[in-house]
């Protein structure tokens, strides 16, 4: 068994995708992590609605791989993406349309059609998922209702990573993680809920097999290696494909660990050796997602920095160019709590900004903030306080109370934010690893390749490269006074 190995995972984020590669020496106890190519995800806007563009994502993704083989021969590579999204390919493995996007308005008051037809706490019980109004199940009602034409002539449906594997592989399956996504799977059995989808006129026909994270799913078509010949023989491996499930497989959590992946949207929860499906996890609206190593991730939604990065696109469009670093360190400047927003208000849902914020605040009767810096801290601030909500919530459903928050992704970086969930929660927070997407996929890679025995080992690896960063709580009081004083804007804690 060779010492040294090197790696591909691509990270295809709702608003940016990457090429990671992965330089491991196992013999030494090392591991590298490296850009290699870095693209925004591209999307296409038509008369039908707001779309991605799959087969210029796989383009990218197919030179990022090149990238990725330009310093030697690669021993694996494996692709994840966000959840919920399909594209529907026919017999003959053609793409019908282009695959829609979760922010499109076609889901728009289905979620509570297909409620009022099966039930809620009917609906929560059979997949354990919680009630998100773009979740893959509306998304294929609304298929049905809008083209049932496209959806006859389907013979798979498969989940935004699964069709880059198809087009990499000729694979037809479902990786288990992003399945679980789909609010189609019933929790018990792992596969899919036939019934309920009949009931519901969702044709079951194009839902292809499970996978488990960590399949080899073959090696590069013809078609690919001829464009790409680094990547001719290359095993393709299925990670954890939902990217939230390779970010938590990059660390431990479980017990009084709780994780928080924080980016455009923030995941709070914790590891679970089982689904925690009752009637205290439907209130909170908690989902119970597939893991790795037979592990469940019960956490639930929360919109994380979307709003702040709405408010940054604001800006620039109005001339006002802010450095991401200096308008931190001017909130950090900021007084805590002036202002709060609900995060998850469905007004900050599609395109927020600036004013949205501050509307926000003058209809809910408390101080406007009128800086850039002050909105900042308004948002900031506000996570922090739907992050205790859900640290509070969290250990209701589990009946374990939390001491340490991972925060992983690309929020970990944000330090402001780090302190104030320390301060807010009253829990040691523990940041990074900000890559934990790209390298939860490189650890289920590794494992499957048998560069590493266990996940174990290939978490120990990880820890060891990217050594996280504590904050301890302090001031704890003022947040306890803020979120008793907003308690009336949805901050229930």
Same mark, same amino acid.
Do not use: S, W
């Given at each position: 068994m060779p010492a040294t190995w090197r790696i591909a995972a691509g990270d295809l984020g709702a608003t940016s995708g990457r090429v990671m590669r992965a330089d491991v020496d196992t013999a030494a106890g090392t591991l590298a992590l490296t850009e290699v190519h870095r693209f925004p995800t591209p999307t296409v806007t038509d008369a039908t609605g707001l779309h991605w563009d799959a087969p210029r994502l796989f383009d990218l993704v197919l030179a990022g791989l090149v990238h990725a083989s330009a310093t030697g021969p690669l021993d694996s590579l494996g692709l994840d993406t966000w959840g919920v999204d399909y594209g529907l390919i026919d017999e003959a493995g053609d793409l019908l349309g282009?695959?829609?996007?979760?922010?499109?308005?076609?889901?728009?008051?289905?979620?509570?059609?297909?409620?009022?037809?099966?039930?809620?706490?009917?609906?929560?019980?059979?997949?354990?998922?919680?009630?998100?109004?773009?979740?893959?199940?509306?998304?294929?009602?609304?298929?049905?209702?809008?083209?049932?034409?496209?959806?006859a002539r389907a013979a798979t449906l498969l989940t935004m990573p699964d069709l880059l594997h198809f087009w990499l592989t000729g694979a037809r399956g479902v990786e288990y993680t992003n399945a679980t996504t789909t609010q189609m799977l019933d929790w018990r059995t792992g596969r899919w809920a036939v019934d309920l989808l009949d009931d519901l006129g969702v044709p079951t026909r194009v839902l292809p097999p499970i996978v488990a994270p960590g399949t080899r799913l073959g090696v590069p078509v013809a078609a690919c290696a001829n464009r790409a010949p680094a990547i001719a023989g290359v095993p393709v491996i299925a990670p954890a494909c939902h990217d939230t499930g390779s970010a938590v497989a990059s660390i431990q959590s479980g017990g009084g660990v709780a994780f928080l992946s924080s980016g455009t949207w923030s995941l709070l929860g914790t590891e679970s050796a089982t689904p925690v499906v009752s009637r205290a996890s439907l209130a909170h609206n908690f989902t119970n997602e597939g893991g790795v190593a037979g592990t469940t991730r019960v956490l639930r939604n929360i919109t994380g920095l979307w709003v702040l990065e709405g408010c940054l696109r604001g800006w620039r469009t109005e001339g006002q160019a802010f450095a991401v670093e200096d308008l931190l360190a001017a909130a950090a400047q900021r007084p805590a709590c002036r202002a709060l927003i609900d995060p998850d208000d469905q007004s900050f849902h599609r395109a927020p900004d600036a004013a949205a914020v501050q509307a926000w605040c003058g209809r809910t009767g408390q101080s406007v903030p009128e800086s850039a810096s002050d909105v900042a801290r308004v948002v900031l601030d506000s996570l922090a306080l739907a992050y205790r909500r859900g640290v509070r919530a969290l250990e209701m459903v589990t009946g374990v109370q939390v001491h340490t928050i991972?925060?992983?992704? /690309?929020?970990?970086?944000?330090?402001?934010?780090?302190? !104030? %969930? *320390?301060?807010?929660? /009253?829990?040691?927070?523990?940041?990074?690893?900000?890559? !934990? %997407? *790209?390298?939860?996929?490189?650890?289920?890679q590794l494992v499957a390749v048998g560069a590493c025995r266990t996940l174990t080992d290939a978490r120990a690896l990880i820890a060891t490269a990217f050594p996280p960063e504590e904050f301890t709580p302090r001031a704890t009081q003022v947040w306890d006074q803020a979120?008793?004083?907003?308690?009336?804007?949805?901050?229930?804690?």
């Open positions: 282009l695959p829609y996007h979760y922010r499109d308005t076609r889901t728009d008051g289905v979620m509570e059609a297909v409620i009022a037809r099966v039930g809620r706490q009917a609906l929560y019980d059979r997949t354990g998922i919680q009630f998100l109004p773009f979740n893959t199940l509306y998304q294929v009602v609304a298929e049905q209702r809008d083209a049932p034409e496209r959806l991972r925060v992983i992704g /690309g929020g970990a970086r944000n330090r402001v934010l780090n302190q !104030a %969930t *320390a301060d807010a929660t /009253g829990c040691r927070v523990l940041a990074g690893p900000v890559e !934990a %997407t *790209a390298l939860g996929n490189v650890a289920v979120a008793e004083r907003f308690g009336n804007l949805k901050f229930d804690m």
